[in-house]
Every structure is written in structure tokens, then in C-alpha cells.
């Protein structure tokens, strides 16, 4: 490998450094400790990189997740050794699920201590080799700058994903006169999909054949930052659209062929399109469990197409008729490139239009507590739907994901495959550093909060106006409703109430301007506060037995909804 000599000696830290600098990374997120020392001691007085002091390992990867997923460029993460390393585990694994491009630089003990079960020593790399897309551990400081250029790359290629470079420590203080070359040298990763002519022309055959053509759209579509190839595809050939959570905001919410979000707490227009599609065309989506809850009566009429950038996904869960291994973007310009399609659908979009109308989302307004949906709504009207809409995971997510009006791409920020409670501050915090213009709006429960709650710290010492709505409603919400709906109303352990701090106190600990609603009949001027640009706490009483509707029971097929309300009945 040829050598490069370098103008004056280098510890590896400052190749660190210098490398992530050339590749285009301005921010950083982690937490210091004993093994990642020497870097630290470098970063002390380098330019050109902004550090996040996370207030947890876990919440600095989620930060970087938030940052990755709203911008589309890979977040970097560093974390010292051992349980430095394990706390951010659950962000690498959710990055994994839900193709998050990730750079996760984790201090090692040194060499000579690998495999000694030294201080502070995991085996890393053997604990993340199923939830990262590939790992490294440098053993020679001359490769830095290769290696991480590589890791780069892989994180934003293909499949995006996470990628952990392990740094033993006596690596990061070694001092070199000269690197090996830090050109890739990845002989056997092919990420560049075309698409294949033959399968570009059966599916155009199939839709131009199709009387009931459906699109489903995933997150791919974002991935392959394809918004606006995807829009003109659709609005060019009149395909009625659904998609699955990570896929809202591609399409417009009141677009008139948007059918809404698929799946179990999917519209009723959606899942009934799905259940009588002849001819289902899936682009970007892997086909998870909360859309295709029965496999066996999935699009039972539909010829079914699956365009995706991992070739893994194809018919893994579905079977597939066309399976088209490509990049969303490249797909849908060669599909583009063939014409237009020229199918006659006009009986089938009166239909699904007229599905759309009759059973749109539905919830009932109370005189005493606050609905948790008409939060949602006129929070979507007070920043006019361009908010950068950040969740944890349970019944809020749900909630903002059937009311928020999305119309734009990477506008939903949240943890689909995974479902990671406490991924919603941090999240929101790394998505505001990364987009500092736009509006951001965080969705959180009681129990979510309080796993991670500890990164509020970061809001006004960095000055983040993250805006928290908290839907309080003394419960783990989903997992009351689960309990309440298939087992028996036994609510084990799922109750908070008094056991829930008080969160106007903690808020006004870290600083932070916060208020408590109560009264439905003053909720419209009360959210105003959200227009306020400081970070704030908005905490919203909600009754504890309020569920997501409509819903989907486990197992069951699409047309199996309950909980749907008629404008005819």
C-alpha cells in the first residue's frame, strides 16, 4: 500500500480529526472518558468541529440520529470504552433498523490489554456486528484516514446505516510521520444499483394493465433524497398513494391522491386500497409487520412490485412477482425515461376518494380533559405544517403521525423499527443543531421522557428552542391500550401516575420556560405559547384511557380495522 508522507507528525486523535473535517462533518456528539482521553486532549484545541457534551451515551446517539435522519448526511458519535460503549448499543441498533447513516467512534482499551478483559474492556465489535452495517478496529495509526474515509462511505451508500470504528487507545496517541493511502479499498462493495431494464418495463406493463394500481412508499424514497422524482412519477400517471410511517411527509397529506398512512393505525382509504389494489408497486418500504400484519391475506388481488436499494428485502417477507433491486431515485427516472404510463384509473381513484372522504381520522373533543389529537392538529395549524416533527414512541407518535399535516421529506423525525422510547429529546435536539432555521416540534410521553430526560441540560446551553409537548397521561399509553384491549383490561405495571415527577419543577431546574394545560376550552390560545422562539416545556393533561384508533388487532388482515368511524353511519 503506498505510503504518504505527512508535512510535519500526527497523533492518530488529530487524523481523526483532520479526516472527519475533510469528509465534511462539522458536528460531533459524545461523551469523554478514559480511553477516548487522547482524542479529547486533541479536540481541546482543534477548529472546525463542533462538540455536543451529551449528558448520556444513549442520548448522544440518538442526537446523532436526529441529526442524520433530518439532514440525510451520517452523524458521528464518540464514546469512551466498555459501558461507554454498551450505552449507545440501542441507537446503533435503532439506526440499523431504520437505515440511519452513522459513524460510532468508540474508544478501546489499549492493544496490549485486548482480550484481558482489562478496565473498562467490551468486545465490541463482536456485540455490534449484527446491528451495524460493517465495524472496524484500527490497528495502525497510518490507517485513519483510510479507514474512516471508508467508513464514511459505507454509512452513506446503499443502504444507509451505522458504522463503528473501534479506537484502542494507545492507536490514538501513536505519533506518525506518514499515513498509508486513504483512498477507499472496498474491492468486493457494490452499492450502484441500475435497475434492470426487463423488470423497469414489466412493472410499467403492469401499471399501464393495472385498473387499481397502489403505491406504497417507505423511507427509501427519503434515503434517496427522491421527493420530488417520486411526486412527478405519481402526479404524471394519477397512482393513488399510501405510506408507511418513516414514508410521511413524501407526499402532501391533502394531496388528493394521498390515501394516508398504511398499516395498523393507517386510514381506512389506505388499508382498504391495499386489500383491493390489482397491482401494488412498493417503493423504499421493507414490508414490516405494522403495515403487512397478515401475510397470507396482504394485497390478495395484487400483482405485487418491490423496487428496493437491498436485495435482502425482496420477498423476505412478501412474495414478490417483480422484484427490482435499485436506488429509489434511479428507478423512478428510468421509469420516468419510459413514458407515461397511460392507464385509465379514473373509476378506481373516484373510489379510493371517495374511501378517503368517508372515513377520514376521527376523535371525540371533551368538556373536561383535552384530546390529545386536536393538540396535534393545532399545532400542525399554529406552525403551518412545515415543522420538523420529532416523536418518542407510544400513543404520541401515533397521534401526531395520523394528524400532523405533513407535505415535506424528512419532516418526520421518530424511531420506526425499532421503537425506542427515549429517543425523542435527544432526537430533537440533534435534528435542531442540524437545522438551526427550522422549526422544531418534539412529541413525547411521561414514560419516554423520563429515559432520557437528563439531555435537557443541552437546550439552553446551547440555546436549542426545541419546542416539548408532553401528553401526560399518567400511563405507558400503548402498552395500557394493549392491556385494556387483548388482555383483559390487567393493567400490570403500566400505571405512573404519582410515581411521575413533576415536570414543570424539572423543567424549571434546566431553565427552561414551561407550562401546564388543563382546560380543553382554553387549549387554542394556550398552544399559542408554541410560537415562542425558546425552548420550552408545553405539558398537556390527558385522560389515560384515550387509545389510537382506528387499529388494526394483531394478526389480522387490512380490512380488519376497528375503531373506524363513518360520515354515513
Given amino acids: 500500500m503506498n505510503k504518504i508522507k505527512l508535512e510535519q507528525p500526527k497523533s492518530g486523535s488529530r487524523l481523526v480529526l483532520d479526516t472527519l473535517k475533510d469528509l465534511g462533518v462539522d458536528t460531533i456528539f459524545g461523551y469523554p472518558g478514559g480511553a477516548v482521553l487522547p482524542f479529547y486532549d486533541a479536540l481541546y484545541s482543534f477548529d472546525g468541529l463542533r462538540h455536543i457534551l451529551a449528558r448520556h451515551e444513549q442520548g448522544a446517539v440518538h442526537e446523532a440520529e436526529g441529526y442524520a435522519k433530518s439532514t440525510g448526511r451520517p452523524g458521528v458519535v464518540v464514546v469512551?470504552?466498555?459501558?461507554?460503549?454498551?450505552?449507545?448499543?440501542?441507537?446503533?441498533a435503532d439506526a440499523y433498523m431504520d437505515s440511519v447513516p452513522l459513524i460510532i467512534l468508540s474508544g478501546q482499551v489499549a492493544v496490549p490489554g485486548i482480550g484481558r478483559d482489562a478496565f473498562q474492556e467490551v468486545d465490541f465489535l463482536d456485540i455490534t456486528l449484527p446491528i451495524t452495517k460493517y465495524?472496524?478496529?484500527?490497528?495502525?495509526?497510518?490507517?485513519?484516514?483510510?479507514?474512516?474515509?471508508?467508513a464514511y462511505y459505507l454509512a452513506n451508500t446503499g443502504r444507509k446505516g451505522p458504522v463503528v470504528v473501534d479506537f484502542p487507545k494507545n492507536i490514538s496517541s501513536d505519533i506518525v510521520e506518514e499515513i498509508n493511502n486513504p483512498l477507499l479499498n472496498l474491492p468486493?462493495?457494490?452499492?450502484?444499483?441500475?435497475?434492470?431494464?426487463?423488470?423497469?418495463?414489466?412493472?410499467?406493463?403492469?401499471?399501464?394493465?393495472?385498473?387499481?394500481?397502489?403505491?406504497?412508499?417507505?423511507?427509501g424514497v427519503?434515503?434517496?433524497?427522491?421527493?420530488?422524482?417520486?411526486?412527478?412519477?405519481?402526479?404524471?400517471?394519477?397512482?393513488?398513494?399510501?405510506?408507511?410511517?418513516?414514508?410521511?411527509?413524501?407526499?402532501?397529506?391533502?394531496?388528493?391522491?394521498?390515501?394516508?398512512?398504511?398499516?395498523?393505525?393507517?386510514?381506512?382509504?389506505a388499508n382498504q386500497a391495499l386489500m383491493e389494489t390489482d397491482f401494488?408497486?412498493?417503493?423504499?418500504?421493507?414490508?414490516?409487520?405494522?403495515?403487512?400484519?397478515?401475510?397470507?391475506?396482504?394485497?390478495?388481488?395484487?400483482?405485487?412490485?418491490?423496487?428496493?436499494?437491498?436485495?435482502?428485502?425482496?420477498?423476505?417477507?412478501?412474495?414478490?412477482?417483480?422484484?427490482?433491486?435499485?436506488?429509489?431515485?434511479?428507478?423512478?427516472?428510468?421509469?420516468?425515461?419510459?413514458?407515461?404510463?397511460?392507464?385509465?384509473?379514473?373509476?378506481?381513484?373516484?373510489?379510493?376518494?371517495?374511501?378517503?372522504?368517508?372515513?377520514?381520522?376521527?376523535?371525540?373533543?371533551?368538556?373536561?380533559?383535552?384530546?390529545?389529537?386536536?393538540?396535534?392538529?393545532?399545532?400542525?395549524?399554529?406552525?403551518?405544517?412545515?415543522?420538523?416533527?420529532?416523536?418518542?414512541?407510544g400513543q404520541h407518535q401515533m397521534w401526531a403521525a395520523q394528524y400532523y399535516p405533513f407535505k415535506n421529506s424528512k419532516q418526520l423525525i421518530t424511531s420506526g423499527g425499532l421503537g425506542t422510547m427515549g429517543f425523542?429529546?435527544?432526537?430533537?435536539?440533534?435534528?435542531?443543531?442540524?437545522?438551526?432555521?427550522?422549526?422544531?416540534?418534539?412529541?413525547?410521553?411521561?414514560?419516554?421522557?423520563?429515559?432520557?430526560?437528563?439531555?435537557?441540560?443541552?437546550?439552553?446551553?446551547?440555546?436549542?428552542?426545541?419546542?416539548?409537548?408532553?401528553?401526560?397521561?399518567?400511563?405507558?399509553g400503548m402498552v395500557r391500550q394493549w392491556q385494556t384491549s387483548f388482555h383483559d383490561e390487567n393493567l400490570s405495571h403500566s400505571v405512573l401516575g404519582n410515581n411521575d415527577p413533576n415536570f414543570q419543577k424539572l423543567a424549571e431546574a434546566y431553565g427552561i420556560k414551561h407550562y401546564k394545560l388543563t382546560d380543553p376550552s382554553t387549549l387554542s390560545e394556550d398552544l399559542l405559547a408554541i410560537?415562542?422562539?425558546?425552548?420550552?416545556?408545553?405539558?398537556?393533561?390527558?385522560?389515560?384511557?384515550?387509545?389510537?384508533?382506528?387499529?388494526?388487532?394483531p394478526g389480522q388482515a387490512n380490512d380488519k380495522m376497528i375503531g373506524v368511524k363513518f360520515n354515513d353511519d
Avoid: C
Fill in 280 to 393: 401494488l408497486l412498493n417503493i423504499g418500504s421493507r414490508f414490516d409487520d405494522r403495515v403487512v400484519s397478515n401475510t397470507k391475506s396482504f394485497a390478495p388481488n395484487a400483482t405485487i412490485a418491490h423496487i428496493d436499494i437491498d436485495e435482502v428485502e425482496i420477498n423476505k417477507i412478501v412474495n414478490t412477482d417483480i422484484g427490482l433491486v435499485s436506488d429509489a431515485k434511479r428507478a423512478l427516472d428510468a421509469l420516468d425515461e419510459l413514458g407515461e404510463i397511460g392507464g385509465s384509473y379514473d373509476e378506481w381513484i373516484e373510489k379510493v376518494q371517495s374511501d378517503k372522504k368517508r372515513a377520514p381520522y376521527y376523535y371525540k373533543k371533551h368538556k373536561n380533559y383535552i384530546s390529545p389529537q386536536e393538540v396535534v392538529e393545532l399545532i400542525g395549524e399554529y406552525t403551518n405544517g412545515d415543522a420538523i416533527v420529532v416523536t418518542d414512541v
Fill in 531 to 553: 410560537k415562542e422562539n425558546v425552548p420550552m416545556l408545553i405539558e398537556v393533561i390527558v385522560s389515560p384511557t384515550e387509545k389510537v384508533l382506528p387499529m388494526i388487532p
Fill in 424 to 476: 425523542g429529546i435527544p432526537a430533537a435536539i440533534g435534528a435542531k443543531i442540524a437545522n438551526p432555521e427550522k422549526e422544531v416540534v418534539l412529541f413525547v410521553g411521561d414514560g419516554g421522557f423520563q429515559m432520557t430526560n437528563q439531555e435537557l441540560a443541552l437546550l439552553n446551553l446551547h440555546y436549542i428552542p426545541v419546542k416539548i409537548v408532553l401528553i401526560n397521561n399518567g400511563s405507558l
Fill in 222 to 269: 427519503q434515503y434517496a433524497n427522491a421527493q420530488e422524482e417520486f411526486l412527478k412519477f405519481v402526479e404524471a400517471n394519477k397512482i393513488p398513494v399510501t405510506a408507511t410511517l418513516l414514508g410521511q411527509g413524501i407526499m402532501n397529506v391533502a394531496h388528493p391522491l394521498y390515501l394516508g398512512m398504511a398499516g395498523m393505525h393507517g386510514t381506512y382509504a
Fill in 80 to 92: 469512551t470504552s466498555g459501558p461507554g460503549a454498551t450505552n449507545v448499543v440501542t441507537g446503533i
Fill in 135 to 150: 465495524n472496524y478496529q484500527v490497528r495502525d495509526a497510518s490507517d485513519i484516514p483510510r479507514i474512516l474515509t471508508e
Fill in 188 to 219: 468486493n462493495y457494490e452499492y450502484t444499483k441500475y435497475p434492470n431494464a426487463d423488470k423497469l418495463i414489466e412493472i410499467f406493463q403492469g401499471l399501464k394493465n393495472a385498473k387499481k394500481p397502489l403505491i406504497l412508499v417507505g423511507g
